[in-house]
């Protein structure tokens, strides 16, 4: 079965990256690269002779920010945008804000010459790029483009066993585990900004560079009544708080007494992913049980899905994102086809079934 390739036009003001980009790519037998641009201007005329399924898009150029570009675009012709950033703070700001005007993903440029680092940022940057030619955009038809991978990838037993099977008593606390992916951050904030100071103690993992996590933080804890912050090392997970995995690393749930917090840690990418949703929902089978809430949210792949089934066998109540709200419905269908799912609901009611749990107990 002969499956059509992701059209991709790449657009950057310098000639290494777009080179370096466009190798990377066309490594991908799902991928074609169509062209590329030096800037705005000369990528619009390309388009105007061909509409590309993906575009990668700079953020600093000549002529015309990356910004200004992706904004007239969405307004006139939509088309999935992945912003392509170097790794610096001040980047991130300015991605969040690409986020927030429409882009579908954020991707770190590759290391021009880094051979060494290639294998791995290639294979993220070429799942972003296949996972934005499925998202939902405004104005443009969904795309029905394969979901395929790599055939080798680690699962979560790679960084931790799995859970006994014996499901902990509840206790009066609650800890809710959230995973996100493509189109996660403004789902998240959607989500977050619907919950009362004293909800209970949320941890996140959203696929996202690092670096990145951090900025995204902080702009949610602008928004939000509850706290966010980027997660530590040792951090408590406490009532009216919100954890997010940093980008590059795994977080999981850990127990001592009555309290719950998490370790950050380094490891091997685990479903294609660091961190991985899958890690956080399995910490959380072994650490929490019936004590835990299982949420996973729009995203392309089936990342969460074995763990949250564990996290349902452990006794946690789980929520899956449908499919009308998701900007990709892969994660949470995945989920549901696994049997770990006790309920399908919209975006705008995830908040309002988290806090009625909460009230049952």
């Known amino acids: ?210 670096k990145f996590t951090a900025a995204f933080a902080k702009r949610l804890n602008t928004l939000c009544e509850v706290e966010v912050k980027e997660a530590v090392d040792g951090d408590p997970v406490l009532r009216g708080h919100v954890l997010i995995a940093p980008g590059d690393h795994h977080m999981l749930l850990e127990r001592q007494g009555a309290r719950y917090h998490v370790s950050v840690r380094s490891g091997p990418l685990v479903s294609r992913h660091r961190p991985s949703v899958d890690v956080l929902f399995r910490s959380a089978a072994r650490a929490a049980g019936s004590n835990a809430m299982g949420v996973i949210m729009t995203g392309m792949g089936d990342d969460g899905a074995r763990g949250m089934a564990e996290m349902h066998d452990a006794g946690a109540y789980t929520l899956a994102q449908d499919e009308a709200t998701s900007v990709v419905y892969g994660m949470p269908k995945e989920a549901v086809a696994r049997g770990g799912v006790d309920k399908i609901v919209p975006l705008e009611l995830i908040a309002h079934e988290i806090l009625a749990a909460d009230r049952r107990r």
């Open 1 to 210: 079965m002969i499956t059509k390739r992701v059209r991709v036009l790449i657009i950057d003001d310098s000639a290494s990256v777009r080179q370096t980009l466009s190798r990377v790519l066309e490594a991908d037998p799902e991928i074609e690269v169509i062209g590329t641009a030096s800037d705005p201007f000369m990528a619009a005329r390309k388009i105007q002779d061909e509409i590309p399924d993906v575009i990668t898009l700079d953020v600093e150029m000549p002529r015309m920010d990356g910004i200004t570009f992706l904004r007239k675009l969405m307004a006139q012709r939509p088309i999935p945008v992945v912003m392509c950033s170097s790794l610096t703070e001040q980047g991130s700001e300015t991605l969040l804000q690409a986020l927030e005007a429409g882009a579908v993903d954020v991707i770190l440029k590759p290391k021009i010459g880094a051979a060494d680092h290639l294998a791995e940022s290639g294979m993220r940057i070429c799942e972003a790029v296949k996972s934005a030619a499925q998202a939902r955009i405004i104005g443009r038809p969904r795309r029905g483009a394969s979901q395929s991978g790599p055939a080798t990838r680690l699962t979560a037993d790679a960084v931790l066993p799995p859970p006994t099977g014996k499901a902990m008593a509840k206790t009066t606390e609650m800890v809710i585990c959230v995973g996100a992916s493509t189109g996660g951050t403004e789902a998240l904030r959607d989500f977050l900004e619907r919950l009362p100071a004293n909800s209970p103690g949320i941890v996140i993992v959203q696929h996202m560079p690092e």
